[in-house]
């Protein structure tokens, strides 16, 4: 995947995948936009916020290689118990993982300084978010994964389509139709609020194994 959009975020990819971690100093860092991932025959988008600096950025797959216990590993734990995944964790692009009926994906493809991507930076990456979902046509529900992704994805529903009035809330289990049921395109797919796996929440049991069941369960319903 080539992009060069954003000067910011392309620099500090390379930075980071040049001075790297100092417990993957012999490991060849990906450093690039980093794709989704997942079932071309997916019902059900989950969209994150952007690549750990040393997790995607280093291995190239969305939500992979962040550490025991990070992200990715919590993300997968969720889909796997739902029937989604078919191992519980996300270390190495080669650990044998696949995705059954779900697509992830990233608002921002490259790995931002602080794990926080700007606004034009995001708008910049909608092409990228298109390109995939235009190559999904079996999409149902796109379960947002933080607020950064909620908007992001009602920000790219509203490129084509009229924004939803009231402007639907993110909260954890949030639900928002945008358009009427049968709506072609992105604006006919229903949009499910998640809180983000990061170890900010799932450490302080802000995020818990169980609220990943309830919406993964919700959402496969909708899917």
């Not at 100092?22 to 690549?51: C, H, I, Q, S, T």
Request: charged letters at 15%; proline letters at 9%.
């Amino acid at each position: 995947m080539a992009c060069t959009q954003c000067a910011r975020l392309r620099a500090y990819c390379l930075e980071v995948a040049q001075t790297k971690r100092k417990a993957y100093r012999n490991e060849a860092y990906w450093g690039r936009p980093v794709p989704g991932f997942g079932d071309p025959a997916a019902r059900m988008l989950v969209l994150g916020l952007a690549p750990a600096a040393h997790g995607a950025n280093r291995t190239g797959r969305v939500f992979t290689g962040d550490g025991r216990g990070g992200s990715g590993d919590f993300l997968m734990g969720g889909l796997h118990r739902a029937g989604l995944a078919s191992i519980p964790t996300s270390q190495h692009p080669d650990d044998g993982l696949a995705l059954r009926g779900v697509f992830v994906a990233a608002a921002a493809r490259c790995a931002p300084p602080g794990n926080k991507p700007l606004p034009h930076e995001v708008a910049n990456c909608r092409v990228h978010l298109a390109a995939e979902v235009a190559a999904l046509p079996h999409l149902r529900v796109v379960v947002a994964l933080g607020k950064v992704a909620w908007d992001a994805w009602l920000a790219f529903v509203a490129t084509s389509t009229p924004r939803p009035r009231p402007r639907p809330v993110f909260s954890h289990g949030a639900v928002a139709r945008l358009a009427p049921a049968g709506t072609p395109g992105p604006a006919g797919l229903t949009l499910v609020g998640c809180f983000h796996p990061s170890r900010q929440n799932t450490h302080t049991g802000r995020v818990t194994p169980a609220m990943y069941d309830e919406v993964f369960a919700l959402a496969s319903r909708i899917a």
